[in-house]
């Protein structure tokens, strides 16, 4: 249904919501600096770590939607003994101060590093093996499924929804993972996704301007698939549909209502059938 917001009848949609994350406040309880209310200078107040009670669902959502971004730079983690410091010293995203309302009414600060802002949205690129995929692979793995002919087309017309897919740099960075595996692909890489290697030139994003001439971003990622229902219950594509008057919270399966009708429509043809030779048989 997405599809329809571009025009298009063919492509992959590749959807990454919003389920669970445990990755973001980790990073923020053992790394992220807490300022409790003060009325001197941020850069005199004292510093704690940070509190968990203060990390809530909606705190952690509006970091993640407002703070964050994903890093153009690639990084290859098997040369990091310590993940952690290959992060900080390959990142150059300024540290931000999140001010936080406390229950009192107070503002307390949450001084957020740089490179966790940079680096918190890289668990969706990293795994490199069959029991841990990313993103990347998930696209491959999809398009490996269909016949050899349909691989391009769908290379040529990925679509990005879900509000994850929103984060900054996220359909630029999920291009060059791409581009990577193909132009240098690692053994396990090279031997499950042999066959695609040559498709490198062809990874473009229906919505994207730079792949496509003409294009552009009219409806946001997070909203495509509820927009693309709303075009087919308007244009009518499908053949069978119920008024909102009648709907009971339940969907009818159409099929075996056809089927239901047209066995007892069978039913009683027969039995008309029937009746009319036992009369003509009676009358004879």
């Known amino acids: 249904m997405a599809l329809l917001t571009t025009g298009t009848t063919t492509g992959l949609v590749i959807d990454c919501g919003n389920l669970e994350t445990s990755v973001l406040p980790s990073l923020l309880l053992d790394h992220a600096e807490y300022i409790p209310p003060s009325h001197l200078h941020r850069k005199l107040a004292p510093r704690t770590k940070t509190p968990e009670h203060i990390l809530t669902t909606e705190v952690i959502e509006d970091i993640k939607t407002t703070v964050l971004f994903c890093s153009p730079l690639l990084m290859n983690l098997e040369e990091q003994t310590d993940h952690i410091a290959g992060y900080k010293n390959f990142s150059s995203a300024t540290d931000v101060h999140y001010p936080i309302m406390l229950h009192d009414g107070m503002t307390a600060t949450l001084v957020i590093p740089g490179w966790i802002r940079e680096r918190a949205a890289d668990v969706l690129f990293e795994g490199n093996d069959e029991d841990e995929s990313n993103i990347s692979h998930?696209?491959?793995?999809?398009i490996l499924k269909v016949q050899p002919d349909l691989r391009k087309p769908l290379m040529q017309s990925l679509l990005l929804i879900g509000g994850t897919t929103m984060t900054p740099g996220f359909?630029?960075?999920l291009k060059q993972e791409l581009l990577r595996i193909m132009r240098d692909p690692s053994a396990y890489e090279k031997k499950r996704y042999g066959t695609l290697l040559g498709l490198q030139k062809f990874v473009r994003f229906v919505d994207n301007s730079e792949d496509n001439k003409g294009a552009g971003r009219i409806f946001f990622n997070n909203v495509r698939g509820w927009v693309g229902g709303s075009l087919m219950?308007?244009?009518?594509?499908?053949?069978?549909e119920i008024l909102r008057e009648k709907y009971k919270g339940i969907v009818t399966d159409w099929s075996i209502n056809n089927w239901g009708s047209s066995a007892t429509a069978a039913h009683n043809v027969g039995a008309s059938n029937t009746s009319a030779t036992e009369q003509t048989l009676s009358t004879s």
């Not at 998930?138 to 999809?142: E, Q, T």
């Not at 219950?233 to 069978?240: A, I, V, Y």
């Open 138 to 142: 998930c696209v491959l793995d999809a």
């Open 171 to 173: 359909q630029s960075r």
């Open 233 to 240: 219950g308007s244009l009518k594509l499908t053949g069978e």
